[in-house]
RNA sequence: GGGUGAUUAGCUCAUUUGGCUAGAGCGCCUCAUUGACGUUGAGGAGGUGAGAGGUUCGAAUCCUCUAUCGCCCACCA
């Protein structure tokens, strides 16, 4: 078969995707070696981006790898209906249309979202494609399919019964533009410009006066303490009195309690239970009421006084400021620097409500995982975060798991109209009513956090508890994953897999920092400097984007977008077309293969080269260090197979030989140049299969390690004499040589790779020596010529006294000689030995000419 | 406030139990070349490994401090 000049992936990559899915290939085997991943499901709510591409990238690396290990592995993709995220996605859709979620019922929301998705869902899958990943199709979840859904509800219900989910009214972070409660971890803190206005709170026994410190003197009106610090002896006199609470004048006590830092603001505090974290549990601490100043929707509540009503936080915060100062009550304002929590979507402060959710009980579900954790049940990438993860889980608080959005998972639980506290489980949420007995029970109207039901990913996806799939594949081998989600996905995964399951969920942990644009700047949208991953695929091809791609990784660390390592990336697959295309070329239309036979030096060397890569690679891909793997196949292929070894066995091609080396190479290049690989493999004459069907890497050849070592000896010969004739612009030349028969046998070689006119024996001569063989080999450069190639032999001499003294000055260190290991001080002599001896010939050779 | 990561060639980054002359890609310079490939080949320049000190026979790597940048977490009003 022809090939053209050019790999164009265009051509191929459609077709071959085509050919794997229908041959089965992604399906696992029966080898009793498993590998496992779950894929982390895109958010099905736009295109992918190019955190998708990196990631789908990484996890066929892997997967690909461990099916050529001969492995049965399982991929397994899916997607996000991504809850909150994409109700985001969507409202701002609905805006484009002038309209919002209030023109709607939350059955309609419901639907038109599910039909927007859907759209979505059938992209991505396409994408997942054209990136190549090999994932089996069979197994692709969707995160509301029924099994999913089922298992949050069946977690749901296991959980209540044991009391580890509980309703509860407390304070929680509740974004007021999108109607919803978040969990802690869905806030972003921010630093920002603020006040700090000093109010006054005159006694109510008329016996003096209070000041206190705040930043949000409009929650004022749901003051219900004033609070000191209990060894305070400022405020000693105030403790059991009350204060008039200024605007309202509503009577309130003055308290003591341990929080209060007394060298803070006037170390008197006004505590508003319903509006602040730390006061709500000063509050049930004194037990002190709960008063409501803000509702959901970010209004001053209608019970406040009546010039506050309905007043936003911001106006009645200035209002509250200037009415304060008018009656003389504002002592000072001082400007401070403190952080305020915003929604990670739209940026709104966030308000801490009162509110009743349902809650997880984190403490407890986390012990196991702490366990677990602690004895290195979960290896990670980067280690550092093992740790990180533990502390995470140390502090981790309970987790609000309702969110009061229309799309999402509902929460299987009803409420007895009647008795508010009576709560029932129930999975059958397509009601809205149920009546048990004579009693009535209406369904919560909220949903789950999307991690609710994520967090059992591993194994809802491989149809726990009774599926094949999860004896076989569970836990999962790697849980890859973006390093931005460890906390709010991984971790609860792994407390939800030990309490689902009672094992991990995976045994490891690769993740992956974020892709950042060209100058280390956070892409986003927003920003207009997003990389889409489909287009790099369309102008570079697939395996040039997953190469590039690869080319920078390291585990955890984000790194900056870099167009030329696809660039290079598009040229190495192109290398290895032409690798293809030249062995075809020579081995025409052969449709049987002889046993491969080693005859030069070249030959065995190559064998040496391709059996240290092999295992080098493979060392490399099982600890997930692709880009250093990616490293090896590169220098291998372009370095050993293209320039030199092809180089060298043009003077005497071994067909069979090529056909193994670029059989085996394709194999290796495999994982990180599927579509490549197999598109060159289909053209192989004498193979009838896909490369799929190999599901092993090449077997090593035997070579013979004197004759690798030989053709080392002609590599250095070759770069020395290549380094003259470039420096003397030197050409016509011939080689001389004595008593070195592996360089008659590898004459043409080395005349092909060196541009010499000729390699020859001789049993002597004279000319220009060189200096990095033993063996006695001259050009025959004349007297005149070679005269300014001593200038060269100065340069080269001083470096090699340097490392000469260098290496002596080693050995005479006592220090060295009595602690280093043997090994390292006979390399050390060795090295001596040879730059002694290269000196010597340097030095000759100066002389001669001098 | 508490953690944590980084700082290596002009640029982007590697270097895993401390031990070859600290590497690669891109860029740069010189040269070559009509049958595998210009998405090419050969050769080359370029680094006191942020700074200071310490441990060690030996440090980019371990320890301490300093500087700069980044990330994560946090209920100080």
């Not at 992604?26 to 895109?42: A, C, E, Q």
């Not at 200024?246 to 309690?257: F, H, K, Q, S, Y």
């Not at 730390?278 to 803000?294: A, C, N, Q, Y």
């Not at 006119?757 to 001789?762: D, N, Q």
Request: glycine letters at 6%.
């Amino acid at each position: 078969m022809k090939l053209p000049k050019v790999y164009e992936p265009g051509q191929y990559e459609s077709d071959i995707y085509a050919l794997w899915e229908k041959s089965g290939a992604f399906r696992p085997t029966d080898s009793d070696k498993h590998f496992s991943i779950v894929m982390p499901p895109p958010n099905a709510n736009g295109n992918l981006h190019i955190g998708h591409g990196l990631t789908l990238a990484i996890e066929d690396v892997m997967i690909r790898h461990h099916r050529l290990k001969g492995e049965s592995a399982l991929f397994v993709p899916g997607a996000d209906h991504a809850g909150f995220e994409t109700w985001t996605v969507y409202e701002k859709e609905l805006a484009k249309q002038g309209k919002s979620r209030f023109d709607f019922s939350r059955e309609q929301l419901y639907e038109q979202i599910w039909d927007f998705v859907s759209l979505n869902k059938g992209n991505y899958q396409q994408q997942f494609r054209q990136l190549g990943a090999s994932v089996d199709w069979e197994h692709y979840t969707y995160t509301l399919d029924e099994k999913v859904v089922k298992q949050a509800h069946a977690t749901f219900r296991k959980m209540f019964e044991q009391s580890l989910i509980y309703r509860a009214e407390k304070l929680i972070s509740y974004c007021t533009f999108h109607g919803t409660g978040f969990a802690d971890i869905e806030v972003t803190h921010k630093e920002e410009q603020g006040h700090l206005w000093y109010i006054t709170y005159p006694l109510t026994d008329g016996s003096g006066e209070l000041t206190v410190a705040t930043a949000r003197p409009e929650t004022l009106f749901g003051d219900a303490a004033v609070a000191v610090h209990p060894d305070d002896k400022r405020y000693s006199k105030f403790l059991g009195k009350t204060v008039k609470l200024p605007l309202t004048n509503r009577e309130i006590p003055v308290i003591a309690d341990d929080f209060v830092d007394p060298k803070f603001g006037t170390g008197a505090v006004k505590i508003t239970p319903a509006h602040n974290q730390t006061d709500f549990e000063v509050g049930k601490r004194h037990d002190l009421p709960m008063i409501r100043v803000i509702n959901s929707e970010g209004f001053i509540n209608t019970d406040m006084p009546e010039a506050y009503r309905g007043l936003t936080v911001d106006e009645a915060r200035e209002r509250s400021v200037a009415d304060l100062k008018e009656q003389g009550l504002l002592v000072k304002t001082e400007a401070i620097v403190h952080s305020v929590g915003h929604c990670y979507k739209c940026d709104t402060v966030i308000q801490p409500l009162l509110r009743e959710q349902w809650f997880v009980d984190m403490q407890t579900l986390v012990k196991p995982a702490i366990a677990a954790l602690k004895a290195n049940k979960i290896s990670f990438q980067p280690a550092a975060k093992q740790q990180q993860l533990i502390t995470y889980f140390e502090n981790t608080r309970d987790w609000n798991i309702s969110r009061q959005i229309a799309w999402g998972i509902p929460i299987p639980a009803f409420q007895n109209v009647d008795e508010p506290d009576d709560w029932i489980v129930d999975e059958r949420v397509a009601e809205e009513f149920l009546q048990v007995g004579d009693k009535t029970y209406r369904r919560d109207p909220d949903v789950f956090d999307t991690w609710f039901s994520s967090s059992s990913w591993p194994y809802a996806t491989l149809n726990f508890p009774d599926g094949e799939e999860f004896k076989k594949f569970y836990p999962l081998s790697v849980m890859e994953s973006g390093h931005d989600i460890l906390f709010a996905w991984v971790s609860r995964m792994i407390v939800f897999g030990l309490y689902n399951t009672g094992e991990v969920p995976f045994t490891s942990v690769y993740l992956h920092g974020m892709i950042q644009d060209e100058h280390g700047q956070k892409m986003s949208k927003s920003k207009g400097n997003v990389v889409n991953p489909i287009e790099k695929v369309l102008q570079y091809g697939s395996d040039a984007f997953r190469m590039g791609i690869i080319a920078d990784e390291t585990a955890g660390a984000n790194r900056p977008y870099d167009e030329s390592k696809l660039v290079g990336a598009r040229n190495f697959a192109n290398k290895l077309w032409n690798i293809a295309r030249y062995i075809e070329s020579l081995v025409g239309d052969v449709t049987e293969r002889e046993a491969p036979k080693s005859q030069s030096a070249a030959d065995h060397w190559v064998l040496g080269k391709l059996q240290q890569t092999q295992e080098r690679l493979t060392k490399q891909l099982d600890s997930n260090r692709l880009s250093e793997a990616y490293d090896t196949l590169y220098h291998f292929v372009w370095d050993d197979v293209a320039d030199w070894y092809i180089e060298a066995s043009k003077a005497q091609p071994n067909l069979p030989l090529l056909m193994h080396v670029l059989e085996s190479t394709l194999l290796l290049a495999h994982p990180f140049a599927p579509f490549l690989t197999e598109t060159i493999w289909q053209t192989l004459a004498w193979e009838q299969d896909s490369i799929l069907a190999k599901r092993t890497y090449a077997e090593p050849l035997d070579f013979s390690k004197q004759q690798m070592a030989n053709f080392t000896e002609i590599m250095t010969i070759v770069s020395e004499v290549r380094l003259i004739l470039n420096s003397l612009k030197a050409s016509g030349v011939t080689l001389h040589y004595t008593d070195a028969p592996f360089i008659t046998d590898n004459a043409a070689s080395i005349k092909q790779l060196t541009r010499l006119r000729a390699v020859v024996e001789a049993p002597s001569g004279t000319g220009l020596s060189l200096t990095s063989t033993k063996h006695k080999t001259w050009l025959d450069i004349d007297q005149a010529t070679a005269a300014a190639y001593v200038k060269d032999l100065e340069e080269q001499g001083t470096k090699q006294a340097a490392a000469i003294k260098q290496l002596e000055g080693r050995l005479a260190n006592k220090g060295y000689v009595a602690n280093a290991p043997e090994a390292i001080i006979a390399q050390t002599k060795a090295q001596l030995t040879e730059a002694k001896q290269v000196l010597e010939n340097i030095e000759r050779e100066k002389l001669r000419f001098s």
